[in-house]
């Protein structure tokens, strides 16, 4: 009396659920029936109310009855749900108890004939064997099939609720996950120009007084190209890849500006394989070269370092210059396109600070290793 292909709510609206074998279903029916017809038989032998020897007769009656009514019932449920539990599920309850009461008769009808094989009663008490017994089959039954459609109803329902719940939070997670990655491949495309222009006038400012210095800024230039063209597919790169695009950067500006660039780069090799978002270090550093050493006569001394602590990378821009405050940075700027890159990678963990200490200003630049 398992019901498989059972209504999608109570009301009768049915819906398909998952096919199981029926070898699995008789299985679990035929235990069942053995279960329950030996408790109620030990309970009466318990209570007095049956003999040993009669309570063997009961129990083998009982078992009887059960397996001739209940076996088919499954089948018959089972078919009826995957026929006509859509096409009709506000009459398909009907069509189970319809179906509980026919497969009740046919299975009386069969259970009395078994009786009377096995010599549990004469052929004469038949008809009245029969009538004794064949409403009280068709009430449990009905009661029985129609409880447990109800309870499969349920079961399915939650099943269903929980697998589309489960399928919204995937499409919900995948649709923030796609809305992420365009917000930061928007935010690394915006990067791209503006480093390129600066660098172009790098070498424009190189070409009268020294063609072939600008030559090899070129090359220079298409390394850092390639790099940032990599770097917005690949989302992190190592922190060592991203050293040598600060340095030659670095390089690049200091054909420009001669002397009054000057640079420090003390980063442990032992963390070059650590990942951080591209050019990161590259637009602190930009930001100090285009703020303080483009704007001193003097020009600037820029000391890059890194530490990793607790599991967190922490990276460190320190120049001469009189430093500022985060609070006027604007989304537009490098440092702006900074933050909200570190939103999207870190949310909460990604940090960005400035101070000024010993008469220089400083930058750091922390997150999750």
């Known amino acids: 009396m398992i019901c498989e292909n059972i209504p999608a709510n109570i009301e009768v609206a049915a819906s398909p659920v998952r096919t199981r074998s029926y070898a699995s279903i008789a299985l679990r029916v035929a235990g069942f029936i053995c279960g329950s017809t030996l408790l109620i038989v030990v309970l009466l032998l318990s209570l007095g109310i049956m003999r040993l020897s009669l309570g063997i007769v009961h129990f083998v009656a009982a078992f009887i009855y059960s397996a001739m009514i209940a076996l088919p019932s499954m089948f018959v449920l089972n078919w009826i749900g995957a026929r006509f539990g859509e096409r ?5 309850v009907l069509m189970y ?5 026919c497969t009740a008769v046919a299975g009386s009808l069969a259970a009395v004939l ?11 008490r038949y008809w009245i064997e029969l009538r004794s017994n064949i409403f009280f089959a068709i009430v449990m039954s009905v009661m029985i099939g129609l409880t447990i459609a109800t309870y499969e109803t349920l079961r399915y329902r939650l099943q269903a609720a929980k697998l589309e719940l489960r399928t919204r939070q995937l499409e919900q997670e995948r649709a923030y996950k796609l809305l992420a990655e365009a917000q930061l491949s928007a935010l690394e495309s915006r990067i791209h120009p503006h480093f390129l222009f600066n660098t172009l006038n790098s070498i424009a400012a190189l070409i ?3 063609p072939q210095l600008a030559e090899d800024t070129v090359g220079k230039l298409a390394s850092l190209l ?3 063209l990599k770097a917005n597919r690949s989302g992190l790169v190592p922190l060592g890849q991203e050293i040598k695009i600060v340095r030659d950067y670095l390089e690049i500006e200091k054909t420009r500006f001669g002397q009054r660039l000057r640079y420090e780069i003390n980063v442990p090799t032992a963390l070059d394989d650590i990942k951080v978002p591209p050019l990161a270090l590259q637009s602190l550093v930009e930001n100090s070269v285009k703020h303080v050493v483009s704007q001193r006569q003097q020009g600037a001394t820029i000391e890059i370092g890194a530490t990793m602590n607790s599991n967190r990378l922490r990276l460190v821009v320190i120049d001469d210059g009189p430093g500022f ?3 006027d940075i604007t989304p537009e700027h490098g440092l702006g396109n900074l933050i909200g890159r570190l939103d999207l990678l870190f949310g909460a963990d ?3 600070e400035v101070t000024r200490e010993e008469e220089k200003a400083t930058v750091h630049l922390s997150f999750p290793a």
Not at 114 to 124: E, R, T, Y
């Open 88 to 92: 009709f599920p506000r009459l398909v």
């Open 97 to 101: 108890a319809a179906a509980q009461v």
């Open 114 to 124: 078994i009786f009377i094989i096995v010599g549990i009663i004469p052929p004469a």
């Open 208 to 210: 009268p007084r020294d």
């Open 226 to 228: 390639r790099f940032s």
């Open 325 to 327: 405050s985060l609070d």
């Open 350 to 352: 990604g940090h960005l």
